[in-house]
């Protein structure tokens, strides 16, 4: 056979192999995406939060792990249709967005959410739990909800134990969200805090940025617009947090690898999030795009929690017990705490 011939066959051989794995990939991957829609469409029009929904209709769906052809798109949808969600969200945020905020409100924001990271790990040692789930429920509440849950759980050692907290941190932090969506406007209001300490204070503690920006619009334009920014600064501090826990546990993933594969020093999808930040700091994506990339986005996380919901059953979500959802509400109230009483001891926002 010629050298021509050879390279022709070997590319045959290769796209046989890509549309076997797409074939494979598909049924799971059909099965995620129809509980994603289904999900979203309960959400328009009927209200509630969307990504909660996906969960719940995920976890009724479990049985269908039983079946081999299932498993394998169901596992791509948990982990690399994630990773495509989480880099598309650097889409939306710009240096300048950043700059506006000023240096003491992002030392402060910063600080918190080191400080909750922490905070979980203590909880954590304190109940006796997994310095994982510390981790884990210390960053969702620290940055951005569900979306920093999904993003630290995927470069952390892959166990069923990690899994299932991973969808109680997703319930847990959304449930928590929606309720101080509700009360914090009021607790501004009773504090006397005026629109950009409301906005700080939004911005710097509730998880989700679709639940910062309504808490933030229930008292104000101006709210809204500085609880966004604030929030887009904490969603940008997920780089370095993810980055550093890939280093910590590098040596961890990699011995849970099959094949001897290596993991990646920086995972592809903080380096996609990272160039996205600086493509769109630059100008170079206008807001149309950024509007679709973030729809994608959005799309594509809601897909991956519904992956997560069928993975994970209701017997083993309860064999957590009730100290894992104790140490997201403590989380909770200790970010809340510490960023109103910096925010006011340092006159910020004034």
Known sequence: MTKDGNKEGARHALRRANLRTLTEKFPGALVCV?????????????GGPQLLYALLLGLAFHFLMDGPRVKQGVDFCSRAVLRFGVALLGARITLPQIAKL????????????????????????????????????????AICGASAALAISSVLPQSKENERYTLLAVVGVTVLSTLAMIVYPFAARGLGLNAAQAGI???????????????GMLLSPEAGDTATIVKLFRVLLLVPVVFILALVYRHRVDQDLAGGERQRLVPLFLIGFALLVLISSAGMIDEALVEKLSWV??????????????KTSFQDLGKLGWLPVAMLVGETLFI???????????GIGN
């Open 34 to 46: 129809t509980i994603a829609l289904a999900a979203t469409f309960v959400s328009q029009n009927y």
């Open 102 to 141: 000023g240096l003491a409100p992002a030392v402060m924001v910063a600080a918190a959410v080191v400080l909750t990271i922490g905070f979980g790990l203590l909880l954590a040692r304190l109940f006796g739990r997994p310095r994982e789930e510390g981790i884990l429920s210390g960053g969702a509440v």
């Open 201 to 215: 204070f939004f911005g710097g503690t509730i998880h989700d940025v679709a639940q910062v920006v309504a808490a």
């Open 297 to 310: 986005s959005r799309a594509m996380l809601v897909t991956a929690i519904a992956a997560v919901g069928v």
């Open 336 to 346: 809340a705490a510490l960023v109103l009483a910096a925010m006011l001891g340092l």
